[in-house]
Nanobody, 122 residues
Framework: QVQLEESGGGLVQAGGSLRLSCAAS????????MAWFRQAPGKEREFVAG????????YYADSGKGRFAISRDNAKNTVSLLMNSLKPEDTAVYYC???????????????WGQGTQVTVSS
């Protein structure tokens, strides 16, 4: 099992940047594909970005392509999401998630953090 804890959310003006971090406990971090999801008020949770076991491949929702960058450090059991050129529509609770060991980058994602709020003001 892996436990996840996000940090780095906050209030930022449109056009600004934030870096979200997710710290994972346990010894199996490098065996989990990792991803970031977000959920805005009144909307369903949506995929933001994903990264494979070694970090070789990354995937992004269209909304974040060219603006967001996901990375991981398996030595430190962390995954990060750098968000640039933020827009008010990026306002949401952002969640770190880990796929099951032996699973696929497309999911399912069995392990979730508690989320961190990102608010982008116009």
């Amino acid at each position: 099992q892996v436990q996840l804890e996000e940090s780095g959310g906050g209030l930022v003006q449109a056009g600004g940047s934030l870096r979200l971090s997710c710290a994972a406990s346990g010894r199996t971090f490098s065996s989990h594909h990792m991803a970031w999801f977000r959920q805005a008020p009144g909307k369903e949770r949506e995929f933001v970005a994903g990264i494979t076991l070694s970090g070789y491949a990354t995937y992004y929702a269209d909304s974040g392509k060219g603006r967001f960058a996901i990375s991981r450090d398996n030595a430190k059991n962390t995954v990060s999401l750098l968000m640039n050129s933020l827009k008010p529509e990026d306002t949401a609770v952002y969640y770190c998630a880990a796929a099951r060991v032996g699973g696929h980058i497309a999911g399912p994602y069995d392990y979730w953090g508690q989320g961190t709020q990102v608010t982008v003001s116009s």
